[in-house]
């Protein structure tokens, strides 16, 4: 286990209100502890052998997000309340980074013209500071009609609007909506050389730059272990895992069904440092729903890379049934914030002769009972 003060305690003020944290009246060694065992249970309960020791690794008791999804309601800005409907009225939380809390005190200054929307706040690798602002369409109209919120907000950030994410552009006399742009929203690791990832407010990221620092670490160094390795992977997004990877791999094909996410992707890979442009041609992408249908040779590959969402791999992994064991790739990284899904996969990819040789949580999610876990499994 990473060095951790077991004895921490959070204090939030919203402790009984607020839906946002579950485990902040527990110190964070036993939060640790009891997020270690429930792993262990749920995967010893799916019948698979787990390694002896599980790696928790930590970058804080909290203060780690780095973007976060609000809600207003009639005024109040926050999140749910537990068992409730209704909107807390947030000044303060144990979740934010130092920087995305002095963003979030700034932005509760304005004045909403309407009752409800949704709103997410992010800050960048260098402080650099955006909102995506989810509103009805009734609503997004008059906040462009009304011009004053939007004219003093793109003063202090970049703007994104609803589920387009377009862009608020004045044109003289009035706010127009522009397509989406790709800025750089987040950091992964290459080879320990620094990379941002082009992407939009509104993408998916994991949820801490500190954080994710961890993230980049544990991939290089399993993906490290194959040297010049042919890997396929599910759900590259915005390229997070997939950078890392190609660093000591000879080709990395990115399987990915969201094509913002992937335009990010390409972007990034475009603008490489120079030093790293060399692994740009090694990249493929792919784009397509690959829980449904996967058409590839798996035996073509020599490691499988996978990140997936809550709903797991499912059809991304038939391919992997109808070929011989010494034909399915040697090792398999598996990533999830869903353990309950992984673990039905790696039931499935331990009954193709997968064992599970290294475990690890990260705990992105202090406080709460969510826990990011990454696998290593090895063909026996
Ligand atoms: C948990 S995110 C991981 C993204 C990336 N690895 C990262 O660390 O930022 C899961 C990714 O799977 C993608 N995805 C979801 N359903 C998919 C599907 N059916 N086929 C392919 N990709 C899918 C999502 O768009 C998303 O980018």
Known sequence: MTAIDPETLILCPYEKTCSGCQLLDIPYGKQAESKVSELRALLGNHGIQTPKHIDFLSAGAAYLRDRLDFSLQDGRLGLYGKNSREIV?????????????????????????????????RV??????????????????????????????????????????????????????????????????????????????????????????FIADKISAWVGQHPEARIIEFGSGIGNLTLPALATAKSVLACEIDALSLEGLEKT??????????????????????????????????????????????????????????????????????????????????????????????????????YEVLGLLQRK
């Open 89 to 121: 009225d947030i000044e303060v939380c144990a979740q934010l980074s130092p920087e995305l809390q002095k963003w979030y005190t700034e932005f509760r200054k304005i004045k909403w013209p309407f009752t409800k929307g949704s709103i997410r706040l």
């Open 269 to 370: 890979v475009l603008m490489l440092p120079s030093e790293l442009q060399k692994h740009a041609d090694k990249l493929t992408i792919y784009r397509g729903d690959f829980q449904k249908k996967i058409l590839q040779d798996f035996s073509q590959f020599d490691g499988v890379l996978a990140n997936p969402p809550r709903s797991g791999l499912m059809g991304f992994l038939n391919p992997l049934e109808s070929l011989k064991a010494e034909q399915r790739p040697p090792f398999f990284i598996y990533m999830s914030c869903f353990p309950e899904s992984m673990a039905i996969d790696m039931q499935r990819l331990q009954s193709f002769g997968y064992e599970l040789t290294e475990l690890a949580i990260l705990d992105q999610f202090p406080q709460t009972h969510h």
């Open 124 to 213: 960048g690798p260098r402080g650099e500071r955006g909102v995506w602002l989810d509103f009805a369409n009734i609503d997004i109209k008059s906040l462009l009609d009304e011009q004053n919120i939007l004219r003093e907000l793109q003063e202090k950030t970049f703007v994104e609007i609803g589920q387009r994410r377009k862009i608020p552009v004045w044109n003289g006399s009035e706010f127009k909506l522009k397509d989406p742009e790709l800025n750089k929203w987040f950091t992964t690791w290459m080879n320990k050389v620094p990379v941002d990832l082009f992407c939009h407010v509104a993408s998916f990221t994991q949820p801490s730059l500190k954080a994710n620092t």
